[in-house]
């Protein structure tokens, strides 16, 4: 069952088109990262996808009905931007934003304290918004996304501002419900945490969807023909077949290029001739040099030189 | 329906439970009673003082007739007025009356000499008594006989009457003119302080950063009106508590000096008195059958009307900037509207039928502050009072259109302040 089915989404605003049709498909379960440079439409689709906004023109379908408002309290989302009430109680705010995802006072009352027990913040439950430390309220914030157990979990940037032992905590949080088939649309530029949480990546650029699909079936299509060795002892003078060429070495290290369309067979073979190979592979590119190659190293600076604005 | 309702109740809640909220709705009636009571209080502590009077009569004729009071004893002396000036010197207590010498001319003075000002109150009270004194003697050196004038004296008072097909009833010209005014005052005042209130709401979730998390889970448009409506009701709440408080507290006042008030009044009450007392008493029923129940639904009416249209433009504003000075420059052409109808207020009251006063008491605008000074004024036609009303809906309707369009888009929007032509273009673009 697929959780999002998004079919031809197109979106305009007054000077660009935001969102160029885009169509993906989250299967239910799954940890996707949605990447993308600044301004590329991931807040765009994600404000459609949490019916802030409104396609111009194609679907979304939620668990395969189409996105309806009875959907919004099946959806946690936690915007980039994100704020509290400063004059009100802890527990009185979460109750109020449960309730409006239609819970029931009592069952949301239920929620909030199962939750600030979990996060720790029991004690704090009927002080002020504004009495809280920074990363308390940051906090709050997490459990009023995920307090009501929502099969869809819409995070952007979820880590921006945290201390350390926070982001472990939220981060632990995020894995626990992700292994309990929760539905995460993981929106960062933030490689390393796309690599660590997610299964499926979504690349979008000037609006449209530029690559989609399987981190490792990714990485594998954006494979360069590169070969790293480990060997027993270290490394002299290597022949290497026609062709091929040593990138970098270190003491039992090296990295090789193979001229295209050629297996790993004949190094091998070479190899095994000349030295004791302990640990034989293919280099895989990581996701950043994916990203430098699908839209520009341009746009990877500029964006971690500055945090998106909207 | 169930949003709205939960929106507006954590308005409502959150707000009525500001310290600032109970102090404002507390103290207000307090201090507004105390302007009533402070002028009571005040004459009461200043009747306490006494004086002992040296009575200077060049004429012999008006010292006798000078009765005690428990604030005045009168004492004549022969003494002429340096000497007693030198004798009462700074003792307080003691004062100097010099009445006049020729009783035969129009224009008499009498002097009141002491230590220090005597009360408004004293002052006044002496002078009704020397011009009472005063005038029987004139009446008397006029050859005319003391009954004969009693027979003549008399009050009058004109009293008008309005003709309608329900039958006569009575006016006061004057009553009406302030009741009509201080209807006006308060649909504006409750206008713009609750507007603003709408407009400084929706820019505290905005710079809050809240609002993207709450309209991921409610409609824009149920999240302004929830808050337009919360607003609304603590607006109705406050002024009920004032109206409950200031009532109360003036009969908590009557109560604890009233009967003390009355019986060191009692033995000085004369017919002049009883008098007027009764004139007040019927000036009172007439007021309580002018300002009917009719008065008080039209009230609540143009009120609520009046607070949906600015309190929406107001929430418009707060929308559609991030900064509270830019906040306070846009809402300037909302705020025209809003204070514009109160200059015609005295006009309108001069004549409430008037070419530019119905036009006024139409225009949604104006209509809240105009419609009800023209209806405690003067009888408006039912058909300009329906229309007003019509009207008035429907302009709640279109500028709450408006508002919502701005709203909708501004609320989202970070950076610089728009134009007010980029706000028109929200207005007509698609959702």
Same mark, same amino acid.
């Given at each position: ?310 | ?61 008006? &010292? *006798? ?5 428990? $604030? @005045?004893? +009168?004492?004549?002396? %022969?003494?002429? =007025?340096? /000497? ?60 005319? &006989? *003391? ?5 003549? $004296? @008399?009050? +009058?008072?004109?009293? %008008?009457?309005? =003709?309608? /097909? ?78 409950? =408080? ?186």
């Amino acid at each position: 069952m697929n959780l999002l089915e998004i079919d031809r989404v197109v979106k305009r605003y007054q000077t660009k088109l935001a969102v160029d049709d885009i169509s993906l498909v989250v299967p239910q379960g799954v940890v996707l990262g949605l990447l993308g440079p600044n301004g590329a439409g991931k807040t765009t689709l994600i404000r459609m996808l949490t019916r802030i906004t409104f396609p111009d023109s194609g679907h979304i379908r939620f668990l395969g009905e189409p996105l309806a408002e009875k959907h919004q309290a099946q959806t946690g989302y936690m915007p980039e931007e994100r704020g509290l009430y400063k004059k009100m109680k802890v527990r009185e705010h979460l109750v109020y934003l449960l309730t409006l995802k239609d819970f029931s006072p009592a069952k949301a009352g239920q929620m909030a304290d199962h939750w600030l027990g979990r996060m720790g913040l029991a004690d704090w439950a009927h002080r002020k918004v504004d009495e809280l430390s920074k990363g308390m309220q940051q906090k709050v914030q997490f459990i009023q996304t995920v307090a009501h157990n929502p099969p869809l979990l819409i995070l952007d940037e979820p880590f921006s501002g945290l201390d350390p032992l926070n982001a472990q905590l939220i981060e632990n949080t995020i894995r626990e419900l992700a292994a309990q088939g929760t539905t995460i649309l993981f929106s960062t530029h933030r490689m390393e945490q796309v690599e660590q949480f997610c299964e499926h990546i979504a690349l979008v650029h000037n609006g449209k969807l530029v690559l989609n699909g399987p981190i490792a079936d990714i990485r594998r299509r954006y494979r360069k023909s590169l070969y790293r060795i480990h060997t027993a002892e270290p490394l002299g003078t290597l022949t290497l077949p026609v062709g091929t060429h040593e990138e970098s070495r270190s003491r039992n290290e090296a990295t090789f290029r193979l001229p295209d369309g050629t297996g790993p067979q004949a190094l091998v073979e070479a190899l095994n001739r000349q030295v004791t190979l302990e640990r034989f592979e293919l280099v895989l590119p990581s996701l950043r040099d994916i990203f430098i190659e699908t839209v520009g190293a341009e746009n990877l600076t500029a964006e971690q030189a500055q945090p998106a604005l909207v | 329906m169930r949003k709205i309702f939960i929106v507006a109740a954590r308005e409502y809640r959150v707000r009525v439970r500001n310290k600032w909220f109970v102090v404002g709705t507390l103290l207000t009636p307090l201090i507004f009673s105390l302007f009533f009571v402070i002028p009571i209080l005040s004459g009461r502590i200043a009747g306490k003082e006494t004086y002992r009077v040296w009575v200077i009569d060049p004429s012999g004729q008006v &010292a *006798p007739k000078l009765q005690n009071t428990p $604030e @005045l004893t +009168f004492q004549a002396s %022969t003494q002429p =007025l340096e /000497a007693l000036k030198d004798s009462v010197g700074s003792q307080s207590g003691i004062a100097i009356l010099v009445l006049p010498a020729d009783l035969s001319k129009k224009q008499l003075t009498a002097t009141f000499y002491a230590t220090k000002n005597p009360s408004l109150i004293l002052e006044r009270s002496l002078t009704r008594e020397l011009d009472k004194i005063l005038t029987g003697l004139k009446i008397v050196q006029a050859g005319i &006989a *003391p009954d004969a004038m009693a027979k003549t $004296e @008399l009050e +009058f008072e004109l009293r %008008t009457a309005k =003709l309608s /097909a329900e039958g006569t009833h009575e006016t006061n010209t004057l009553l009406a003119t302030g009741v009509g005014y201080a209807m006006a005052f308060l649909v504006y005042f409750m206008m713009a302080i609750y507007g603003q209130q709408v407009m400084q709401g929706v820019l505290e979730e905005k710079t809050n950063r809240i609002v993207e998390v709450i309209v991921s889970a409610v409609r824009p448009i149920q999240l302004m009106v929830g808050k337009i409506l919360g607003i609304g009701a603590v607006g109705i709440t406050q002024s009920l508590i004032w109206v409950v =408080l200031i009532t109360g507290l003036l009969f908590a006042f009557v109560g604890f000096f009233g009967p003390e008030l009355a019986q060191g009044q009692t033995q000085q009450l004369d017919p002049a008195q009883m008098a007027q007392a009764e004139r007040m008493a019927y000036q009172i029923e007439q007021a309580m059958a002018q300002f009917n129940v009719s008065l008080i639904f039209y009230f609540l009416f143009f009120f609520l009307g009046g607070y949906l249209i600015f309190g929406s433009l107001f929430g418009a504003v707060g929308a559609a900037v991030d900064q509270p000075q830019d906040a306070s420059s846009l809402s300037g052409i909302i705020v025209l509207p809003l204070v514009l109808p109160m200059l015609f207020l005295t006009p309108v009251l001069a004549n409430p039928n008037s070419g530019i006063a119905v036009w006024l008491s139409l225009i949604p605008y104006s209509s809240p502050t105009i419609m009800m000074v023209r209806l405690a004024a003067t009888d408006v036609p039912a058909w300009q009072i329906l229309l007003s009303m019509l009207l008035l809906v429907g302009g709640v309707y279109v500028n709450g259109w408006i508002a919502a369009k701005v709203y909708r888009v501004g609320i989202l929007l970070y950076g610089k302040k728009p134009t007010l032509a980029e706000v028109g273009r929200w207005v007509v673009r698609r959702a």
